[in-house]
Structures are given as structure tokens and as C-alpha cells.
T-cell receptor, first 114, second 117 residues
Framework: AQSVAQPEDQVNVAEGNPLTVKCTYS??????LFWYVQYPNRGLQFLLK????DNLVKGSYGFEAEFNKSQTSFHLKKPSALVSDSALYFC????????????WGLGTSLAVNP | NAGVTQTPKFQVLKTGQSMTLQCAQD?????MSWYRQDPGMGLRLIHY???????DQGEVPNGYNVSRSTTEDFPLRLLSAAPSQTSVYFC????????????????FGPGTRLTVL
């Protein structure tokens, strides 16, 4: 069965420093991987996705994610964090084939300190 | 475009009451889904639909019913509310026929915060 894990409940980073939010996955076929962000009292917003091709995927708001097949990871990164990046971040996975569902990680709370 | 709209924003029910959470989208998306979000549990899929007239169960379907009579609307019905159904409910939609919608960007509504006493 497919699954996704976000090993850190919370990440703290100083403004201007690089940030990484980790995600690992388990699927039986080719993975389709997504990152979403949730600001307080709001619905989720799409950041980026990996389907195939380049392992480095660029997305919204200066975020990027690196797909690593050997480590089954899809970590979210940003070179220079902003206070406004403080939010809840979710990783999700869908495997190829007839399974038509997305499976979500539990979320990582990112706090960027001024 | 209004995107994905959900009503109501807040609701308080007593145990045993029934109600319907409304979800509508104006993007002509085939794929729609309902999630619940609970602290420490992330997002859990309740039901989803790949098009009008087609629905399927997600991870936590018990106590909820759905129907999809039009492309635009995907209401979620609580048959007999229980305190365990206290949660924030999100509706989402994406383009793509059949199951292809789950490969694509999901557009989320603002959520309904439900409390069952």
C-alpha cells in the first residue's frame, strides 16, 4: 500500500536561511508527488508536483523540491526563508495505475523566525 | 471564477442530527473529493468522485454519504452526527477525466468547521 511520511512535526528556521521540509514515500509503482501549503484558517494551496523528468522541481513562491528515487524522498526546499512562509506543509503521493486516491502526510509546521 | 465554495463555514450539531455540507466548483472539474482534517491526523479522504454519477469511498467513509448528480456539486451528508465527526471538512476538485484528476493540482475550498456536541 502506498504511504507518505513527514518525519518532522515542526521545523524552525531563521529568516534568510535555507529551509528544508522532509517527505519520504512508499509506492509499488511510479510515484506522483505533491507539496501543498496551508495558511491558518485556510484551505490547502498547491505548491508543486513531480510526475517525471528532472529530479528538481520548481514551484510557487520560490519553493522547489528534489525527487530522490533511491532514497524514496521528495524534500521541499527554499534557498532563503521568509517570515510569511510560516505555515503547515503537506506532502502527498499517488501511485501510477488504477488507484485513484491521493495519500497525505501528517503535515509539518514551519516557523520562520525574524 | 469563484473556484471551490463550501457552505456553511461553521456548524454546531447535536449528536444524532443529520446535515449536508455543500460543495460547489465552477471550473468544470471532473474529480472532486472530501477530506477531514484533524489535529495530528493530517488529511484523510472520506469520499471522492471521478465524474457525475460516479462516487467511491476513501479511507474513512463510515457515517458519511455522497452523491454527484452534476459536475458542479458534490454534497457530503452526515447521517447521524457523532462527536467523533467533529473536524474541519475540506472539499477539493481537479481537472482530468476518470481517475486522472488525482494526478493533477487539487483546488481546495475554505473548509467547514463542524462541532458535534
Amino acid at each position: 500500500a502506498q504511504s507518505v511520511a513527514q518525519p518532522e512535526d515542526q521545523v524552525n528556521v531563521a529568516e534568510g536561511n535555507p529551509l528544508t521540509v522532509k517527505c519520504t514515500y512508499s509506492v509499488s509503482g511510479n510515484p506522483y508527488l505533491f507539496w501543498y501549503v496551508q495558511y491558518p484558517n485556510r484551505g490547502l494551496q498547491f505548491l508543486l508536483k513531480y510526475i517525471t523528468g528532472d529530479n528538481l522541481v520548481k514551484g510557487s513562491y520560490g519553493f522547489e523540491a528534489e525527487f530522490n528515487k533511491s532514497q524514496t524522498s521528495f524534500h521541499l526546499k527554499k534557498p532563503s526563508a521568509l517570515v510569511s512562509d510560516s505555515a503547515l506543509y503537506f506532502c502527498a503521493v499517488r501511485e501510477s495505475g488504477n488507484n485513484r486516491k491521493l495519500i497525505w502526510g501528517l503535515g509539518t509546521s514551519l516557523a520562520v523566525n525574524p | 471564477n469563484a473556484g471551490v465554495t463550501q457552505t456553511p463555514k461553521f456548524q454546531v450539531l447535536k449528536t444524532g442530527q443529520s446535515m449536508t455540507l455543500q460543495c460547489a466548483q465552477d471550473m468544470n472539474h471532473e474529480y472532486m473529493s472530501w477530506y477531514r482534517q484533524d489535529p495530528g491526523m493530517g488529511l484523510r479522504l472520506i469520499h471522492y468522485s471521478v465524474g457525475a454519477g460516479i462516487t467511491d469511498q476513501g479511507e474513512v467513509p463510515n457515517g458519511y454519504n455522497v452523491s454527484r448528480s452534476t459536475t458542479e456539486d458534490f454534497p457530503l451528508r452526515l447521517l447521524s452526527a457523532a462527536p467523533s465527526q467533529t473536524s474541519v471538512y475540506f472539499c477539493a476538485s481537479s481537472y482530468g477525466r476518470g481517475g486522472q484528476g488525482s494526478y493533477n493540482e487539487q483546488f481546495f475550498g475554505p473548509g467547514t468547521r463542524l462541532t458535534v456536541l
